[in-house]
């Protein structure tokens, strides 16, 4: 067993930033863990997955690296031998030659989920009705104003590209299925986590747990942590 404490590095989804997982860098911080989270630009799947290998440099000894959303796909694309496990939260996981949409769109999406198209920019914002019908709807409304306040607009270049192969055939991994998600299906996520071969939990709660539900989400990483010590 290694003696060596690992570095959590936290990678946001689409329509987020390192704020929304606030409440688990707290609680991976108290439990004495150095926790990073890597600032996306979300611009295109190559400037995603280049911020998070900068952010990989600056860490030295083992990481558990965790992917909220969107962030499934990114962490999956990282090749540093740093990474000794994953963590998917509510995660998409394209598989090699695949793309996010792809995974995104495979099934009939939630009557909740709302329509997403590019504005005159380019860019794919949620519409703030979708926070609390889609995106968190477990969320208070002080939690609600932050999540619309700090969202960050995805580019389709994040998500047309085919994507090589994945970490997670390479690192043991675990998969929390959000049972209550209406962004991305129930369905989907237990196939993703199925064809992961992921120790799976499965609870009751929306799209975005690392803010609604932080106990459950912590209880992941720190079976994560421990297995991947072990």
Not at 109 to 126: F, M, N, Q, S, T
Not at 162 to 185: C, F, N, S
Request: one cysteine or more; a negative charge; proline letters at 9%.
């Amino acid at each position: 067993m290694s003696s060596e404490v690992p570095t959590v590095v936290l990678v946001h989804g689409a329509w987020a930033d390192g704020s929304s997982w606030a409440k688990i860098i707290a609680g991976l911080s108290a439990q004495g863990h150095n926790v990073l989270a890597a600032p996306l630009p979300l611009t295109s799947f190559q400037d995603d997955t280049a911020a998070l290998e900068r952010t990989l440099e600056r860490v030295s000894g083992p990481v558990i690296l965790g992917g909220h959303a969107y962030a499934g796909a990114v962490i999956g694309a990282t090749r540093s031998d740093k990474v000794s496990a994953l963590v998917y939260i509510a995660a998409l996981a394209p598989d090699e030659g695949e793309k996010v949409a792809d995974v995104f769109y495979r099934v009939a999406p939630h009557p909740k989920a709302p329509p997403l198209a590019p504005d005159e920019h380019g860019l794919i914002y949620l519409p703030d009705a979708a926070f609390p019908d889609a995106f968190a709807q477990n969320a208070t409304t002080a939690e609600l104003a932050v999540l619309k306040a700090t969202q960050r607009p995805i580019s389709p270049n994040c998500i047309t590209v085919p994507v090589g192969r994945p970490l997670w055939k390479d690192r043991p991994t675990w998969y929390l299925v959000a049972e209550q998600d209406h962004m991305i299906v129930q369905d989907t996520q237990r196939f993703m986590a199925g064809r992961m071969k992921a120790t799976v939990h499965s609870h009751p709660v929306d799209h975005t747990p690392i803010v609604t539900a932080p106990d459950v989400v912590l209880k992941v990483f720190r079976e994560a942590i421990a297995g991947a010590r072990s």
